[in-house]
C-alpha cells in the first residue's frame, strides 16, 4: 500500500483559508439575523432588557462571549432604535447587534 505522502503546510494553509471563509460567512449570517442590522432590529419589552439580551448572543466567529462596549439610542427614519456595541473578549471583533424597544402600551 503505498502511502500517500501529506504536506502538512500546504494543509494546514487550506484548512486556515477555509476557517477564515467559515468565519466571514457567520459574521455575514449575524448580518442577516435579526439584531444584525438597523433595518432588522430585535424587539424588546424595555431598553433594560437590552444589555443582557446583547452579552447572550455569542460571537459569530469563534462562539466567544461579548462585552458590551456602548449602549446607544439611535433614532433610524423616526424609529427609535437601541444599538448594542459589542467586542468578544475572546477574538475581538467588533459588531453592533439592534434593538427596538416595544411602544409601550396605553393605559
Ligand atoms: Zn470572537
Known amino acids: 500500500m503505498a502511502a500517500k505522502k501529506s504536506r502538512p503546510?500546504?494543509?494546514?494553509?487550506?484548512?486556515?483559508?477555509?476557517?477564515?471563509?467559515?468565519?466571514?460567512?457567520?459574521?455575514?449570517?449575524?448580518?442577516?439575523?435579526?439584531?444584525?442590522?438597523?433595518e432588522q432590529p430585535l424587539q424588546v419589552v424595555s431598553a433594560a432588557v437590552v444589555e443582557a439580551q446583547a452579552e447572550s448572543v455569542p460571537c459569530p466567529r469563534c462562539e466567544g462571549k461579548h462585552d458590551i462596549v456602548e449602549h446607544v439610542a439611535v433614532t433610524r427614519q423616526g424609529t427609535r432604535l437601541?444599538?448594542?456595541?459589542?467586542?468578544c473578549r475572546q477574538c475581538g471583533t467588533t459588531r453592533s447587534l439592534w434593538f427596538r424597544i416595544q411602544d409601550a402600551l396605553p393605559n
Open 9 to 38: 503546510r500546504t494543509k494546514q494553509r487550506e484548512a486556515a483559508r477555509t476557517l477564515d471563509k467559515l468565519r466571514a460567512a457567520r459574521q455575514r449570517l449575524f448580518e442577516l439575523q435579526p439584531g444584525g442590522s438597523p
Open 82 to 87: 437601541r444599538e448594542a456595541r459589542l467586542r
